[in-house]
């Protein structure tokens, strides 16, 4: 049925291709590009998102959004109701880096924050800025259109994305509760390889489950002169990095997807000091639950083994840290994003939605689709290089200094499938 229902509403698709909705985007680019500068400029890292929540409000009050502020630290909620029909969630992330922009833009990060106990700068590297600014100038087409839709929308300025934290905090905040369930989730990211004027799209897993996972290892500290007298934790952490890389493969099928690696290593003090303790902190990737349940097991395993091989006593054995709480993998529900893809066919051609690979990367949109209410969610990559640069190659990625997407041309084709993508789902609602 679901199948057939998708046939039917193919068909269905209002299309605002070279019309006076494109007409009305086209006239909003100076304001919604100045804003993208404006919100560049004034980078704040995640749970410190005070001034950014506040702009995002004050917009969305002006345009005839219904506001809630502090949902989850600094998450706001902006409520759009125009009779029956579906409640879509549309979220843009909030928060910067801890990092010094080095992009020599006119319009360059000019806030600083404390990190680590040092004064560093901030810097949208990530896109956000360009998500926020592509999210208002959705919310703008939306209200300005209401006479062609009917529903609810519900978008949500989110912090925290970089940290892993913001979908959580809402969501444990009440958002469901207080705001309803939607009927599906759509949210986008800036793409640092993928031109301008496109989008990059695909069904099923598109980024992975991210897990941050340390290793204690114990050891009897000795005189760097005197290793006998030790069991060096440095050489039995070194032992068990190496054995860590034979998981993926020879415990993980060839078929299935993961990532381990090790990020840190840490202990000692000096020179001629063996420690009694070192740390290494991990990140783990997967799609799949079954393969990540492995890789716990394996790690345990491994840390174990080796200690044993050391001589270690049982009370000295290594500590496996997996917290419970971790970001799920993002899917892309196979129904919604064909329906996606059929409105981005329409908004700015077929020639510009691209297939994208799955990547490993990690994204907390996922958690809006992860509750009890499994709701359809779908996220798609946002084109943002020239192919001028491209084309020169030795592209900056996300999270560079470097990196900075096209304004206009970027905005402009966020808002035109995101806004084809609302306009269909809430006149196509038959048979949700």
């Known amino acids: 049925m679901k199948s057939l229902i998708f046939i039917i509403t193919a068909f269905l698709i209002i299309p605002f291709h070279n019309s006076p909705m494109d007409e009305l985007i086209e006239s909003d680019l100076d304001y919604l590009v100045e804003f993208y500068k404006e919100r560049h400029q004034q980078a704040e890292i995640s749970l410190e998102e005070k001034e950014t929540a506040k702009a995002l409000a004050d917009e969305m009050r002006q345009i005839g959004f219904e506001v809630t502020e502090g949902v989850g630290g600094y998450g706001i909620v902006a409520m759009l109701r125009n009779g029956e029909g579906p409640q879509i969630l549309y979220r843009t992330d909030m928060d910067a880096l801890p990092m010094q922009e080095k992009t020599e833009l006119a319009y360059t990060s000019q806030l600083t924050t404390m990190w680590n106990g040092e004064k560093v700068g901030t810097m949208h590297s990530c896109g956000h800025d360009m998500h926020m600014a592509t999210w208002l100038g959705t919310a703008r087409v939306m209200a300005s259109t209401k006479d062609q839709w009917s529903g609810t929308l519900m978008f949500i300025g989110q912090p925290a994305e970089e940290i892993g934290a913001g979908a959580r905090m809402m969501l444990n905040a009440g958002l469901y509760e207080r705001f309803g369930v939607p009927s599906y989730g759509l ?246």
């Open 187 to 432: 949210g986008l990211h800036c793409n640092s390889t993928l031109k301008t004027g496109k989008i990059g799209i695909c069904e099923g897993y598109i980024m992975a489950n991210t897990e941050m996972v340390d290793i204690k290892i114990k050891g009897i500290g000795a005189h760097g002169a005197s290793p006998h007298q030790s069991i060096d934790p440095i050489v039995v952490a070194s032992l068990i990095v190496m054995e860590i890389q034979t998981i993926v493969s020879r415990n993980i099928k060839p078929i299935d997807d993961a990532v381990v690696t090790v990020g840190a290593m840490k202990g000692g003090t000096k020179h001629n000091i063996i420690p009694d303790e070192v740390t290494l902190q991990l990140t783990v990737r997967t799609y799949k639950e079954e393969v990540r349940q492995m890789i716990h097991k394996r790690l345990r395993e491994i840390s174990r083994g080796i200690a044993i091989a050391a001589g270690l006593p049982e009370d000295l054995m290594p500590e496996v840290i997996i917290p419970d709480e971790f970001t799920p993998s993002n899917y892309n529900d196979p129904e919604l994003t064909k329906r996606v893809t059929a409105s981005a066919n329409e908004a700015i051609g077929k020639e510009n939605v691209q297939y994208v690979e799955p990547t490993m990367g990690g994204e907390d949109f996922a958690m809006y689709g992860s509750t009890k209410h499994d709701v359809p969610t779908v996220m798609y990559w946002l084109g943002t290089i020239t192919q001028e640069k491209i084309d020169a190659g030795n592209l900056p990625g996300l999270h560079s200094p470097y990196y900075f997407p096209t304004p206009r041309e970027t905005i402009k084709t966020g808002v035109k499938v995101s806004s084809q993508v609302l306009l269909d789902l809430l006149n196509n609602s038959a048979g949700d």
